[in-house]
Nanobody, 125 residues
């Protein structure tokens, strides 16, 4: 059974930082890309960032480049998303997801194979 344990969301003031964690199990972690999507109220879900440890591929959406950093601890089957310089427009529900082939240097796109329940990030002024 595929499981994700997501944590690290919360409420933070603009300019602050949060680190999301996604501990995964139930699929061959080393062979899959793992990353984050987010969805704000009334907006389409978007791919934020992904990492594929098997080939070193990393992707960031333009809106988060230079502020967010994704990393992977394969021994622990955990992916982290460090979010710095947070803005109110980063407010969204953040979902951890995994897929074998949909992470590239050009995008992190649906459909993906596995989804977590998500964690809420709220950035206040």
């Amino acid at each position: 059974e595929v499981q994700f344990v997501e944590s690290g969301g919360g409420v933070v003031q603009a300019g602050g930082s949060l680190r999301l964690s996604c501990a995964a199990s139930g699929f061959p972690f080393d062979d899959y890309a793992v990353g984050w999507f987010r969805q704000a109220p009334g907006k389409k879900r978007e791919g934020v960032s992904c990492i594929n440890s098997s080939d070193g591929t990393v992707y960031y959406a333009d809106s988060v480049k230079g502020r967010f950093t994704i990393s992977s601890a394969n021994d622990d089957k955990t992916v982290f998303l460090l979010m710095n310089s947070l803005k109110p427009e980063d407010t969204a529900h953040y979902y951890c997801a995994a897929d074998w082939g949909r992470c590239s240097a050009y995008g992190w796109r649906e459909p993906v194979e596995y989804w977590g329940q998500g964690t809420q990030v709220t950035v206040s002024l």
